[in-house]
């Protein structure tokens, strides 16, 4: 059973347009949600995060939304540039403390296209 | 320069053959983790430690043993019982067991001759 889904497995944006990549959780017992980048062949990236009492995290061109009731996050990068194109795991942390482990999705294929 | 290394960055096992994947960081940090990524997966938590001398299994620790014996090192052992151990193995970080965000190494993947 997923508790996290990106359910998305691409998407393809035109550079200096807006990226948006999506992501639901089940799980009501997680209290912080990170966005992570990933290269083939190399380890995840952190790009941002967002803990259950905000509804939205900006750092530069990268803006997280938490909808707590939807159970529904979003990343959105704007302006889209080249770089961006990588997978991108949505990923979030149970309430509780422990350092137990993230859940993760299973990634969307962002695609800048010039 | 601090950070997560992982080597080696590409490893080749035997039918029944045991092998050892280092994790190393210099971060001081408490937390480490190893996940495991398949083609077209998420991440999957295979074992985690919380402090020296501890560690817990997570979602997929069957075939796979781990030591936490120094705080910057967390090996892990994927044993003749794994049978399936090609996948992509990632080690992570984080700074104490409250401190949801891990910091990951570069990865190595593993396959099977």
């Known amino acids: 059973d997923q508790q996290v889904k990106q359910n998305s497995p691409s998407l393809s944006v035109q550079e200096g347009r807006i990226s948006i990549l999506n992501c639901d959780y089940t799980n009501s017992m997680f209290d912080y949600f990170l966005w992570y980048k990933k290269y083939p062949a190399e380890g995840p990236t952190f790009l941002i995060s967002?803990?259950?009492?905000?509804d939205k995290n900006e750092d530069g061109r990268f803006t997280v939304f938490l909808n707590k009731s939807a159970k529904h996050l979003s990343l959105h990068i704007v302006p889209s540039q080249p770089g961006d194109s990588a997978v991108y795991f949505c990923?979030?942390?149970?309430?509780?403390?422990?350092?137990?482990?993230?859940?993760f999705g299973k990634g969307t294929h962002l695609i800048i296209q010039p | 320069d601090g950070g997560i290394t992982q080597s080696p960055k590409y490893l080749f096992r035997k039918e029944g053959q045991n092998v050892t994947l280092s994790c190393e960081q210099n971060?001081?940090?408490?937390?480490m983790y190893w996940y495991r990524q398949d083609p077209g997966q998420g991440l999957r938590l295979i074992y985690y430690?919380?402090?020296?001398?501890?560690?817990q299994k997570g979602d997929i620790a069957e075939g796979y043993s781990v030591s936490r014996e120094k705080k910057e090192s967390f090996p892990l052992t994927v044993t003749s019982a794994q049978k399936n151990p090609t996948a992509f193995y990632l080690c992570?970080?984080?700074?104490?067991?409250?401190?949801?965000?891990?910091?990951f190494g570069p990865g190595t993947r593993l396959l099977v001759l």
């Open positions: 971060l001081n940090h408490d937390a």
């Open positions: 990923a979030a942390r149970k309430s509780g403390g422990g350092a137990d482990g993230l859940t």
């Open positions: 430690s919380q402090i020296v001398n501890d560690f």
């Open positions: 967002i803990s259950s009492i905000k």
């Open positions: 992570a970080s984080s700074r104490d067991r409250d401190w949801g965000t891990q910091y």
